[in-house]
Nanobody, 115 residues
């Protein structure tokens, strides 16, 4: 099986930065996609950024220009660098990986942007 372990969430002031990490482990034969979703209270889970293997990265309009997704393929790890954070970015952030022909989810990490 594949396990995803997230880290890097926390409390930050508006305008601050955080870097999320998600490490995939287990029996991984192929990865088609690595990305990040977020879920705020009372809202549906939404896509934040995706990094398809061999494809172009894409971002939600709300984070474009502020967030950067990157991957360390040797470590099967995906990162989300979040800059110029806004209160509306407050949510639980979930790592998502398509590997071995199925979807895997991280446990979620809380990001709170508040003064």
């Amino acid at each position: 099986q594949v396990q995803l372990v997230e880290s890097g969430g926390g409390l930050v002031q508006p305008g601050g930065s955080l870097r999320l990490s998600c490490a995939a482990s287990g029996s991984i034969f192929s990865i088609n996609y690595m990305g990040w979703f977020r879920e705020a209270p009372g809202k549906q889970r939404e896509l934040v950024a995706i990094s398809p293997s061999g494809g172009k990265t894409t971002y939600a309009d709300s984070v474009k220009g502020r967030f950067t997704i990157s991957r360390d393929n040797a470590k099967n790890t995906v990162y989300l660098q979040m800059n110029s954070l806004k209160p509306e970015d407050t949510a639980v952030y979930y790592c998502n990986v398509v590997a071995n022909g199925r979807t895997w989810w991280g446990q979620g990490t809380q990001v709170t942007v508040s003064s």
